[in-house]
């Protein structure tokens, strides 16, 4: 505490607060750090919550909410609004930071950073995790079975990990009951449920067994190298990391220019020299297959450059690539595809046939064109016919009887949300509109049918000359954990004074 109050003394304000809020927190152990199992902040959050006794939101609002420096976070937090900054709770953004800086005060701690991906922000661009929280319906149901406490490993929230490596089943990111997405942080999170209904999320009768491919693997070897180092190296990679990197490789491998390190790594040429010029960074998705083309992984590729990497690339395609193939035959491709009827353009044409776009262009310039040309109008035509059947699907979505969410029909369908949302924005706002009026009503339904619970329960009790405590209520109420919700504790004080207690 003493430590905590000299670390602030430059700042009266703060320090006043927090004597008279009185906001320290226990030190509580995150769980998992050190291993790829660690925990996510926002789950360590919640269980603080839960070990004071407290639900998220005062914790957010009135403790966690007065430290921040962010202005717009201390604001949003402070009105209880969490929904806009929620999902870069466990990320690598400013957000995350200040997260994290304001619980190691709070609790006095000073490993809460590889409760998220902060220490490898130099390696990953933003867009790491997924947008709402996933799980693996039987890891929890062991956890809960096991007595051991119950959190939401990191490594869920992954937007390339869709499995549980242990269990071999896909991971759920939708409430059994409710059927909704659950952000990171809300004002009533609860590991393990659902803050909308308050449901369990342990519900085996969801899951669908998915055998892991080599793939997905070769993800989570990378993926739980990272983590499990996460709170154990000196120094962490800043972001001239993958450009470092590329350089290093070129001259290993004496590559000499950036086209045909591209065109080894399988990937364009452009893209590559703006992360080898440093200007730009990798997403995780082509880091992955950077380091699966060259044999190493992420980690390796970071703290051990060793002469692996040589080997393993010229085995693959590095040689075939120095084949070469005569003027006359890159004419041959080029008529041969210019009368297609499944036009492809020049830059796939040239990789199927192994020649540089550049040569083509050069000696055929009117072939190439044609190709172009072709090309651009069947790609043209198919966007069109894409953008009917989208439409086609929104309406008949808003025609089914139970209305589901904009997310879901993405998920269905294969549409991301961005394509659905440029191709009809109003289609979608109605599809959005209907559901949410739908789970408006389904949770009204569901609060009736618990106060009505919670009344017939402290009637029971009240009958039996047994003082309803909210000890006893809590008893026998079929979900326990319900009575941390304000409007459950409010149904049962009315209920109380309605039987005359004070
Ligand atoms: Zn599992
Ligand atoms: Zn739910």
């Given at each position: 505490m003493n430590l905590i109050l000299s670390s602030l003394t430059d700042e009266r304000g703060k320090v006043e607060n927090f004597l008279s809020t009185r906001t320290d927190l226990y030190n509580v152990d995150p769980i998992?750090?050190?291993?790829?199992?660690v925990e996510s902040l926002s789950s360590y959050i919640s269980r603080i919550a839960e070990i004071h006794n407290l639900a998220v939101s005062p914790l957010l609002s009135k403790v966690i909410a007065p430290m921040l420096n962010i202005n717009y976070l201390k604001e949003q937090l402070t009105q209880g609004i969490i929904k806009d900054t929620s999902h870069f709770i466990n990320e690598n953004s400013p957000v995350t930071i200040e997260y994290c800086n304001t619980l190691e005060i709070l609790t006095g701690r000073h490993d809460l950073r590889s409760l998220t991906m902060l220490n490898w922000q130099g390696v990953f661009s933003k867009k790491l995790f997924s947008r709402y929280r996933k799980w693996c319906p039987i890891c929890l149901n062991k956890m809960k079975s096991n007595s051991k406490i119950i959190y939401e490993p990191l490594i869920w929230y992954i937007s390339d990990i869709k499995k549980c490596e242990v269990h071999e089943v896909v991971l759920q990111d939708q409430c059994p009951n409710c059927n909704r997405n659950l952000p990171y942080?809300?004002?009533?999170l609860m590991v393990g449920y659902c803050?909308?209904?308050?449901?369990?999320?342990?519900?085996?009768?969801?899951i669908n067994k998915e055998t892991l491919t080599e793939k997905d693997i070769f993800i989570f070897q990378n993926y739980k190298e990272l983590l499990a180092n996460s709170s154990k190296q000196p120094i962490y990679p800043t972001r001239t990391f993958i450009s470092n990197f590329l350089n290093r490789l070129m001259k290993k491998l004496d590559i000499k220019s950036v086209a045909k390190l591209a065109n080894i790594l399988g990937l364009n040429s452009a893209t590559v020299n703006s992360w080898v010029k440093g200007r730009r960074h990798p997403s995780s998705e082509s880091l992955l297959k950077i380091a699966r083309k060259i044999g190493l992984t992420i980690y390796e590729m970071i703290y051990d450059n060793n002469k692996k990497l040589v080997l393993e690339i010229k085995k693959d395609s590095y040689l075939q690539q120095q084949k070469s193939i005569s003027i006359s035959e890159i004419e041959d491709s080029l008529k041969k595809e210019v009368n297609s009827k499944e036009p492809k353009s020049l830059n796939r044409i040239s990789k199927e046939y192994g020649f540089y776009e550049s040569t083509a262009k050069r000696n055929f310039p009117i072939l190439c064109e044609k190709v172009t040309k072709n090309f651009n109008s069947y790609k043209e035509q198919k966007v069109k016919k894409r953008r009917i059947e989208i439409e086609e699907k929104l309406i008949d979505c808003l025609s089914k009887e139970t209305p589901i969410s904009l997310n879901q029909f993405s998920k269905d369908n294969g549409i991301t949300l961005k394509t659905a949302k440029t191709v009809s924005p109003n289609l979608c706002k109605k599809v959005v509109k209907r559901y949410e009026e739908y789970i408006h009503e389904l949770k009204r339904k569901r609060v009736q049918i618990i106060k009505r619970e919670i009344i017939e329960i402290v009637n029971t009790l009240h009958q039996k000359g047994i003082y309803p405590s909210s000890n006893k209520v809590q008893e026998n109420?079929?979900?326990?954990?319900?009575?941390?919700?304000e409007w459950v504790k409010r149904a049962w004080k009315e209920t109380l004074e309605s039987l005359g207690y004070k």
């Open positions: 998992g750090i050190g291993t790829s199992y942080l809300h004002k009533e803050q909308y209904c308050g449901s369990w999320l342990g519900d085996e009768l969801v109420l079929e979900n326990k954990h319900l009575f941390r919700k």
